[in-house]
């Protein structure tokens, strides 16, 4: 879907707020947690960067909030140094990978950093039971003030060793959840914490983008129409087939139903579905085209 | 669409449902082979099909009046027929909003929705219902949102909320199920829940099927068809009312079988809920009396092969023992040995 940039608010030197309107209709409504991925127009290639929608579901625009990267894919720094009012730009429907756990009493949510953004949207959960501990840097901290609502029970820390993990973890009755977002280190960190306190895997959740269908581009040849198809890092094998013209069946097109099974003639597969079992898997005689691709340069299929 | 809907017909005691020519030419027919076997035979739930019962999101048909007061009568005797688990609040508004908005968009002369931001106008002229209400305010409704709506639409709906790295019924409308019961699988994980389903278990069907549930998308639903064997077209074949229905089985004979018969197909949508990330799960059963299915050759024919090679504990688990020969025997008379192609669409445009 096209969207239009229709506010920019600077939060920080690094940080800042984007408004996302719809160019025509009614957005698809976004629950806590869901984010967007923007699909961004650089020289060669696009960049597809994930950010979590921090608007109420149900509003009529899209806000997100985004740090420049220093060492940047290019997405965040277009972002920060180009993106201007009025420009449209292609957003990839709403999707969902850190729903807060409904079941948790109390949620304890601790973020770093723009780690900060997933729980925004959790504020909209309609009568959340939270205590939030936000790490920032302290020359973010006026932009972190900002963001975060001004409650007792959430409590902005700077600077390192500001906040004392282990024991506000023991602190915790049994029916609380821990949810984590940040910088990996943070992460790890926190987790470490967590596990040597004793807490359960499943009393434990982060923050994780997955289910892309690209990675590294390959070439594949099919033994019996003679095509070779060049399968690039944004699209699945079965996307270049069928834009080759090519109609290979196909029914899920999420790994699961086994429609698209396709002989290996040559070549690794690298396989993402589940469909295959262990021993199919290792045998890499069979690919699902759906959602595999390739370990080698090039594979040869029976097709 | 043109959808004319019959007045009240009744599904339990003198069974007066029967389908009009246009129904059976719309029926969802489930087998698109002469061999029946599991699979996860999920597509993407997209507006249009073999017949016009794919035509809409939620299918709303001639039969919508019945259903409902079907529903309503079963919900009085046996309130827990609907369910739905506290933490599921805003599943249940997620549901409501879907199922008017779909409704409301397939089929306009019968539903309206008026939204001025949290206040909406629901109006259902087949049931002579206008409301008023507060989206996200429950006090606003006569039901809980799920309950309120479910009432209100065709088939039986399931809540699962995804945690864990599986899925939860946790919460649930059913009042036409295939003998299973919602207040004994409330709360129960994915596969719990399937646990009593024969041969899936080992051809590894729910492990991949969950596997891709979790990761089913926003803004794209998938569909499965299921089946199984009625004796008489009655909705409630619960597990709590089997006293009333089980001896109902007995009384099928070679002599009423084509009439009392019906073969019961669920169109089963699987739908990502936007503010709770949970998955709705709609089962829409059809039902068909075996003489008004054999009016469409093509479906008598295969029906008929479909029955006679069915593994015997696929039969078993379908409840089908005891009358699986009086079907046999009923549809070879149409089975002229023809070939018969790939495919559930009826072949012919009028009966």
């Given at each position: 879907m096209k969207l239009i940039l229709a506010k920019i608010k600077v939060l920080?030197?690094?940080?800042?707020?984007?408004?996302?309107?719809?160019?025509?209709?009614?957005?698809?409504?976004?629950?806590?947690g869901a984010h967007v991925v923007l699909e961004i127009a650089g020289p060669g290639r696009v960049w597809k960067n994930a950010y979590s929608i921090i608007s109420a579901p149900g509003a009529a625009t899209y806000e997100i909030v985004v740090r420049r990267v220093e060492m940047s894919r290019g997405g965040s720094a277009w972002l920060h140094d180009h993106a201007q009012i009025g420009k449209v730009i292609e957003v990839q429907p709403p999707q969902n990978l850190f729903t807060p756990p409904r079941t948790a009493r109390k949620h304890l949510l601790l973020s770093a950093g723009i780690g900060i953004t997933p729980f925004l949207s959790y504020l909209h959960v309609p009568g959340l039971n939270y205590e939030w501990h936000h790490c920032g840097k302290a020359e973010d901290a006026a932009a972190f003030k900002a963001l975060l609502p001004d409650a007792a029970h959430v409590t902005l820390h700077t600077g390192r060793n500001a906040l004392n993990l282990a024991a506000?973890?023991?602190?915790?009755?049994?029916?609380?959840?821990?949810?984590l977002c940040g910088p990996e280190a943070f992460m790890d960190f926190a987790l470490a914490t967590a596990e040597h306190a004793g807490w359960p895997a499943q009393k434990i959740h982060k923050e994780s983008f997955?289910?892309?269908?690209?990675?590294?581009?390959?070439?594949?040849?099919?033994?019996?129409?003679?095509?070779?198809?060049?399968?690039?890092?944004?699209?699945?094998?079965?996307?270049?087939?069928?834009?080759?013209?090519?109609?290979?069946?196909?029914?899920?097109?999420?790994?699961?139903?086994?429609?698209?099974?396709?002989?290996?003639?040559?070549?690794v597969p690298a396989h993402h579905d589940h469909y295959l079992s262990a021993t199919e898997r290792a045998a890499n005689d069979a690919i699902m085209i759906c959602v595999s691709r390739a370990q080698t340069q090039e594979l040869v299929l029976d097709f | 669409m043109n959808l004319i809907i019959k007045p009240a017909e009744t599904f339990r005691g003198d069974y007066t449902y029967t389908n009009s020519d246009e129904?059976?030419?719309?029926?969802?027919?489930?087998?698109p082979e002469d061999i029946y076997m599991y699979a996860v035979n999920v597509e993407p739930h997209v507006r249009g099909g073999p017949t016009s019962?794919?035509?809409?999101?939620?299918?709303?048909?001639?039969?919508?009046?019945?259903?409902?007061?079907?529903?309503?009568?079963?919900?009085?005797?046996?309130?827990?027929r609907c369910q739905v688990l506290p933490h599921m609040n805003e599943a249940e508004w997620d549901t409501l909003e879907l199922l008017m908005e779909s409704l409301s968009y397939d089929y306009p002369e019968h539903f309206t929705l008026t939204k001025n931001g949290d206040e909406w106008h629901w109006v259902n002229r087949p049931l002579n219902i206008d409301q008023h209400f507060t989206f996200g305010r429950r006090e606003t409704l006569p039901y809980g949102p799920f309950e309120y709506i479910t009432r209100q639409v065709q088939g039986d709906f399931s809540v699962q909320d995804q945690r864990d790295g599986t899925l939860y019924m946790d919460g649930g409308m059913v009042t036409s199920q295939a003998d299973w019961s919602l207040n004994f699988d409330v709360g129960m994980t994915f596969h719990e829940w399937h646990g009593p389903v024969p041969l899936a278990h080992e051809a590894g069907v729910f492990d991949r099927a969950l596997q891709y549930l979790l990761r089913l998308q926003h803004g794209k639903p998938v569909r499965r068809l299921n089946w199984t064997i009625t004796a008489n077209p009655r909705l409630d074949t619960s597990p709590e009312n089997y006293p009333i229905w089980g001896p109902e089985k007995a009384e099928i004979n070679p002599a009423n079988v084509a009439h009392r018969m019906c073969l019961r197909v669920e169109v089963q949508t699987l739908t990502r809920l936007p503010r709770s990330n949970a998955i709705l799960f709609g089962i829409r059963g059809y039902l068909i009396r075996l003489q008004e299915l054999a009016r469409v050759k093509k479906w008598a024919?295969?029906?008929?092969?479909?029955?006679?090679?069915?593994?015997?504990?696929?039969?078993?688990?379908?409840g089908m023992p005891r009358y699986r020969q009086f079907i046999i025997d009923y549809l070879a008379s149409y089975d002229d040995g023809s070939h018969l192609n790939s495919g559930t669409a009826p072949e012919q445009d009028a009966l």
């Open positions: 920080s030197p690094s940080i800042r707020h984007f408004t996302l309107a719809p160019v025509s209709g009614t957005l698809p409504v976004a629950g806590a506000l973890l023991a602190a915790q009755k049994l029916d609380t959840h821990l949810s997955g289910g892309a269908t690209g990675g590294e581009p390959f070439t594949v040849h099919l033994r019996r129409s003679g095509h070779t198809i060049n399968v690039g890092a944004d699209q699945s094998l079965l996307d270049a087939l069928e834009a080759a013209g090519l109609a290979p069946p196909c029914l899920c097109r999420g790994g699961a139903c086994g429609e698209c099974k396709l002989p290996v003639l040559a070549g | 129904a059976i030419l719309r029926f969802p027919f489930p087998f019962a794919y035509d809409a999101v939620f299918d709303i048909d001639e039969h919508y009046v019945g259903d409902m007061e079907d529903r309503a009568i079963t919900l009085a005797e046996d309130p827990l024919i295969r029906m008929h092969r479909v029955i006679r090679d069915l593994h015997p504990q696929i039969a078993e688990y379908k």
